[in-house]
């Protein structure tokens, strides 16, 4: 199949995969190395997939440029379950978690962590209806912080940090789900920083965890031993039976990130990408309208709204009909939007800007 044949994939996750990728994949299926078995049938613990454990974990290290004094796990449960484990292993009593509430996802981790211990919001966009990512300068973090918690980039309204916020010694945790890799990050400003691989990775089963080594130190000694950092740490992610298949495939994503020149490339192609659609909204004359205020416009995820709820059912069944999948809004918002993650092709991107000024000519 080549790139032609294929959707116009805008899924916001599980999303577009690299063909290369797949393709590479698809040639491996059968017989991995020539060993006459595919991957998922060889145990974890043998030096095939210890290498392909071991590579992946060089690869986010050398592509983040992740400092020494980190460790980086593969887990099992999703972002979701670290929504819990980051107050199990590091909100110790008589200390509290603050919360940069910029939308539906940084609202989960708040809620969960409220479910563990005692968490505030350490600002909130909920005021301007969270078109808009608070600055530092309204940020207020109190006494006796364990650490601030931020959503990255919020999948649901198309919205992400340009800058994270200086929390000075208390630790910075990163929910970096649906834009890690999309551009260069500097780890060192965070404690810990976590994505579920399902969208900028490869595909859902795995969670990538960056660790900072010193918050390994004080986890309570009641938590579950799945539950704990720790656990994984001394393991080498390989505790218990890892999600073979979901970390090869992300190895060969993080294979083909490299090939294509790292991060500094990749947030560059990504401009380029997501510049097609947002110059289609901007250059509309408000017959598109874009949810986000352009400072905090993301790069991942664009929502957009047409004038009503007709011409929005229209737009969504005629993209369907033109070859574009993933284009309706999420439940909670509602009108339109298109995820650009990184494989998705500048192709895909162009034509979605070409259908949106066409769409316009016959409606507007
Ligand atoms: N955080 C963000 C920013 C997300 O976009 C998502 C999934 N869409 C999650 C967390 C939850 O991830 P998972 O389904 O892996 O639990």
């Given amino acids: 199949m080549s790139q032609q044949t294929r959707a116009y994939n805008f899924n916001p996750g599980p999303a577009a ?10 040639e491996q299926f059968v017989d991995f190395q020539g060993i006459g078995m595919s991957i ?23 592509l983040l440029g992740i400092p020494s004094g980190y460790e980086v796990l593969f887990l099992q449960g999703g972002a979701s379950t670290q929504f819990a484990m980051i107050p199990m292993n590091l909100l110790q009593a008589g200390t509290s978690a603050g919360y940069v509430l910029t939308g539906t996802w940084s609202d989960k981790a708040y809620k969960e962590a409220k479910l563990i211990g005692t968490a505030y919001a350490a600002a909130s966009g909920q005021e301007n209806g969270f078109t808009r990512i608070p600055g530092q300068e ?24 340009m800058q994270y916020p200086d929390t000075g010694s208390v630790p910075l945790i990163g929910d970096l789900s ?3 890799m999309c551009r260069p990050v500097d780890v060192s400003q965070f404690g810990l920083i976590y994505a579920g691989a399902q969208k900028n990775l490869g595909p859902s089963g795995v969670t990538i965890v960056i660790i900072r080594e010193d918050l390994l130190q004080n986890t309570p000694k009641h938590l579950p031993t799945m539950l704990r950092y720790d656990t994984h740490v001394k393991g080498k992610s390989l505790y218990n039976t890892p999600p073979v298949y979901s970390v090869y495939m992300v190895n060969l994503v993080l294979q083909w990130i490299k090939q294509i020149g790292g991060l500094a490339k990749m947030e560059q192609l990504n401009q380029i990408k997501t510049k097609l659609i947002y110059d289609a909204i901007d250059q509309s004359g408000g017959f598109y309208r874009g949810l986000v205020d352009p400072s905090s416009r993301s790069l991942m995820n664009i929502t957009f709204a047409l004038q009503n709820e007709e011409l929005e059912a229209r737009f969504f069944k005629e993209s369907e009909n033109n070859g574009f999948v993933g284009l309706k809004g999420h439940r909670d918002v509602g009108h339109m939007r298109a995820s650009t993650y990184n494989a998705v092709p500048y192709e895909s991107c162009k034509a979605l800007a070409e259908f949106m000024k066409d769409f316009q000519k016959k409606n507007g």
């Fill in 17 to 26: 995969l690299p063909l290369e990728v797949l393709q590479q994949a698809q």
């Fill in 138 to 161: 309204e940020l207020t973090i109190q006494a006796d912080t364990a650490y601030v918690h931020i959503t990255s980039n919020e999948t649901v309204a198309g919205s992400q940090f």
């Fill in 40 to 62: 998922m049938e060889i145990s974890h613990r043998s030096k095939q997939y210890e290498q392909v454990n071991d590579e992946a974990q060089a690869l986010m290290k050398e």
């Fill in 178 to 180: 649906s834009d890690i």
